[in-house]
């Protein structure tokens, strides 16, 4: 899905309310801004019935430079992760 999809669907689904592309998209803009921000302060975000995002923390570890094979180095660094909750998988099935 893409984001002009997901405007069209959050369109669609507030039937009693009003708004343009412009007005949905920035709504939209808001609020995975404000997740983004709180998976940085609180290192952890959470949405009942859709999933957690956590941050991990990645360990320093060798890798190899794929044009020319030679061993280097790569720094620790953070990364978000994603859990699903039971009430998603289920409906994947």
Request: proline residues 2%; positive net charge.
């Amino acid at each position: 899905m893409t984001k002009g999809e997901l405007i069209e669907e959050v369109q669609k689904a507030c039937k009693n309310v009003e708004l343009s592309k412009k007005a949905t998209g920035e709504i939209i803009d808001v609020v995975f801004s404000t997740v983004a921000k709180a998976i940085k302060r609180d290192q952890r975000f959470s949405y009942p019935k859709f999933g957690t995002w956590t941050v991990r923390k990645r360990a320093a570890r060798k890798g190899r430079n794929p044009r020319t094979g030679a061993e280097i180095r790569i720094k620790a660094s953070k990364t978000v992760s994603f859990k699903v909750a039971e009430q998603v998988k289920k409906e994947l099935k």
